[in-house]
């Protein structure tokens, strides 16, 4: 991921974000990952679980934990990602 979103840099592929690199890794491994997109952003932080986050914190670190949350969710309420 720190290759596709670099700190400080544009992205590697343009075009290629978040709401598109998140849907693939939950096809391919839809137990492990969970979709990070506008809509999860914005549910996450109006029920107060999105991870807080230093500004210029690296992509991959951010997904790393709102993944974290993700997955609980999924877990507590007998969801699949």
């Known amino acids: ?3 596709l979103f670099p700190k400080n ?3 590697f592929i343009k ?3 978040r709401s598109v690199v998140t849907p693939i890794m ?7 990952y969970g979709v990070y997109n506008r ?3 914005e ?3 109006k ?6 986050h230093g500004r210029g914190t690296a992509f991959s670190r ?3 934990e709102i993944n974290k949350v993700l997955k609980s969710l999924a877990s507590e309420n007998n969801m699949s990602l």
Do not use: F, Q
């Open 43 to 45: 549910g996450l932080t």
């Open 39 to 41: 809509r999860s952003d």
């Open 9 to 11: 840099k544009p992205n």
């Open 62 to 64: 951010k997904y790393i």
């Open 47 to 52: 029920v107060g679980l999105m991870p807080k």
């Open 15 to 17: 075009g290629l974000h």
């Open 1 to 3: 991921m720190n290759i």
């Open 26 to 32: 939950v096809i391919v491994y839809p137990d492990k």
